[in-house]
């Protein structure tokens, strides 16, 4: 699973995954690659260069420092540090419950690819890219998968929201929302009577969102693609990270879980 920094986009507000290259035994250019999830904004520049150290000249008996560089006493006072960055809230919703139902919408939508940004208990997704009903039939690469949709399309025929228009604005989900779906996705599963398809969005969303809450993350924003998800989380020591997965590795971390809830697996747990 690839790892990047993650930093605000200076076109879009969205993200912009980075990554900062290691330097050659020749070189001192560190390269650097970074594009945004949302605009496919670059970072107008290739690479570091890192220059030699000077020795610090001294007046009077004074050292001049580099601007910026801090002291070592500034290093160990507190007072000098800045304030960090704010923890992880110890009541913030269960990311795997709201993932899910926001996936059941986007589900009912047809939405294929999306942007979602996380901003306390509000969600707010922009849709980009929807799936036609001939999309959906048509067979798939993975048999498995295919058989899947088909079983699915049985089920949901007469499901609320099914076929319904893709919006075009931006879909905002606060918390009395999110417990509406809920409440409403409860009520249409019945115990032993449906078939769960792991590889659905909500399952796929669900099964992300218990991932971030095991590893004490808090999540910022979520880019879903038809190859990659990217996901921008703020680790509990406070750095800003995008982590991409694929989708087939969303489905074996599903698949742990079902069998952990199911009983069948004690050790199984997604790491």
């Known amino acids: 699973m690839p790892t990047y920094r993650a930093r605000p986009c200076p076109n879009c507000s969205y993200y912009v995954g980075f990554t900062v290259g290691r330097r050659g035994s020749s070189s001192e250019k560190f390269p650097v690659n970074g594009v945004c999830l949302n605009c496919g904004y670059r970072l107008p520049m290739q690479a570091l260069v890192v220059g030699r150290k000077r020795r610090a000249r001294r007046i009077g008996g004074v050292s001049l420092r580099a601007v910026g560089k801090p002291s070592r006493r500034e290093k160990t006072d507190p007072e000098s540090q800045p304030d960090p960055e704010p923890a992880i809230p ?20 047809r939405v294929a690819r999306f942007n979602l940004e996380c901003s306390g208990v509000c969600y707010t997704v922009w849709p980009q890219e929807t799936k036609s009903p001939a999309d959906e039939a048509a067979p798939k690469d993975n048999p498995l998968r295919a058989l899947w949709k088909r079983i699915r399309s049985g089920m949901d025929a007469g499901a609320p929201g099914a076929g319904s228009p893709p919006p075009k604005a931006p879909q905002r989900f606060g918390g009395s929302d999110i417990d509406r779906i809920d409440r409403a996705g409860k009520a249409r599963r019945q115990p032993g009577g449906t078939i769960t398809d792991g590889h659905a969005l909500s399952q796929l969303m669900r099964t992300l969102g218990t991932l971030i809450v095991q590893r004490r993350q808090r999540l910022l924003a979520v880019s879903w693609q038809p190859l990659s998800i990217g996901v921008v989380v703020e680790t509990p020591a406070g750095k800003r990270q995008l982590d991409l997965y694929r989708h087939d590795q969303i489905y074996d971390f599903w698949v742990k879980c079902y069998l952990r809830r199911a009983g069948r697996a004690y050790s199984d747990v997604p790491t």
């Open 90 to 109: 110890a009541g913030h919703r269960d990311y795997a419950v709201d993932l899910r139902a926001i996936g059941q919408e986007l589900e009912a939508m």
